[in-house]
Structure formats: C-alpha cells, structure tokens
T-cell receptor, first 113, second 116 residues
Framework: AQSVTQLGSHVSVSEGALVLLRCNYSSSVPPYLFWYVQYPNQGLQLLLKYTTGATLVKGINGFEAEFKKSETSFHLTKPSAHMSDAAEYFC???????????FGSGTRLLVRP | DTGVSQNPRHKITKRGQNVTFRCDPISEHNRLYWYRQTLGQGPEFLTY????????KSRLLSDRFSAERPKGSFSTLEIQRTEQGDSAMYLC??????????????FGPGTRLTVT
C-alpha cells in the first residue's frame, strides 16, 4: 500500500528565509508525486507534480521539489519565503490504477515578518 | 472554465438528519473524486467515478454514504442519518483521463459539514 509521511506538522520561517517542507513516501511501484497548497477555508491548489523524467520539478510561486528515489523523498523548497506563502501544504502520492491521491497529514507553514 | 464548484459551501445539520452535497466538475473532465478532510488531517479518498460509473469506494464510505453521478456530469454525495463524526470538509476533484501528460486533479472549494 502507498503512504506519505510529512515530517513536522508546523514549520516557521522568517520572511526571506529558505523554506523546506519534508515528504517521504512509500510505494511499491514508481510513484507519481504531488504537492498541493491549501489556504484557509479553500480547496487545494496544485503547486507541482512529478510523474516521469527530470527529477527536479519546478512549480508555481517559486516552489520546487526534487524526487529522490534512493531516499524515497520529495521535499518541497523555496529559496525565499514570502508572507503570502503562509498556508497548509500537502504532499500526495497517486495510485496508478484509480489515480486517487493519498495525502500526508500536512505541514502548516508560518512566515514571520 | 469556471473550475470545480461545490454547493453548499457550508451545511449545519442536526444528528440523524440526511444531507446532500453537489459537485460540478470542469466540463470536459470525465473523472470525479470525492475526499473527506477532518481538522488537522490531509484529505482521505472516499470514492471516484469515471463518467457515470462508480469504480471504487473506500472502506471509509459506510452504508450511510451514497454517491451518484448521473449522465457523467455533476455528482451528489448523500449522507443518511448523520453522526457527529461526519463533521468534516468534503472535497470534490475532477480530472481528465490519465495520460502521458496529465494526472492532475482540480479541487473545488469544499463543503464544510457540521453535525450538532
């Protein structure tokens, strides 16, 4: 069975600092991996995805993630945090039959002025 | 393209009542997914449709839950005899058929259910 673990339910950074949100997955087949962002009382918005090909994936709003098979990781980074980045971030792995998403428990990013 | 819409956005109901939520997917998307998200957790898969066919149901979907997608367009999720444990955000997502370039699910804003 597939699963996702997000280390750190809360991450706090200063504005302008590096953002690093951790995600490790478990999958018996090559995974499709996703990062979604959720603002309060809203649905989820796709930040970026990895399916095949280049392991460094760039997404919206300056975010990127690197797929590391040997570490079963897909960590999300952004060089310089902005106040508007404060939100909940979810890592997900996709089942390859139904393509349903299996989510981690989320990481709340706080950005300090 | 107005995106995925869900109605109502908020629903407060008393325990034991029935509730129905509606999801309108992006028009050309033939796959539609329902997820449930409780406070402080990631969304959990409930069920999905390809066109009008319901192809998979999670064990989370007890017999009090039923979902339909008549004619492969909008979908409804009904909860009968609601319980306080049903309080959650119910999210709908839609997607094109999975292909070499597209596996993205687009989410609606969700329906927040509160059972009192």
């Amino acid at each position: 069975a597939q699963s996702v673990t997000q280390l750190g339910s809360h991450v706090s950074v200063s504005e302008g600092a590096l953002v690093l949100l951790r995600c490790n997955y478990s999958s018996s087949v090559p995974p499709y991996l996703f990062w979604y962002v959720q603002y309060p009382n809203q649905g989820l918005q796709l930040l970026l995805k990895y399916t095949t090909g280049a392991t460094l994936v760039k997404g919206i709003n300056g975010f990127e993630a690197e797929f590391k098979k040997s570490e079963t990781s897909f960590h999300l980074t952004k060089p310089s945090a902005h106040m508007s980045d404060a939100a909940e971030y979810f890592c997900a792995v996709s089942d390859r039959s139904s393509y349903k998403l299996i989510f981690g428990s989320g990481t709340r990013l706080l950005v300090r002025p | 393209d107005t995106g995925v819409s869900q109605n109502p956005r908020h629903k407060i109901t008393k325990r034991g009542q029935n509730v129905t939520f509606r999801c309108d997917p992006i028009s050309e998307h033939n796959r539609l997914y329902w997820y449930r998200q409780t406070l402080g957790q990631g969304p959990e898969f409930l069920t999905y449709f390809q066109n009008e066919a319901q192809l998979e149901k999670s064990r989370l979907l007890s017999d009090r839950f039923s979902a339909e997608r008549p004619k492969g367009s909008f979908s409804t999720l009904e909860i009968q005899r609601t319980e306080q444990g049903d309080s959650a955000m119910y999210l709908c997502a839609s997607s094109l058929p999975p292909s070499g370039v597209s596996y993205e699910q687009y989410f609606g804003p969700g329906t927040r259910l509160t059972v009192t």
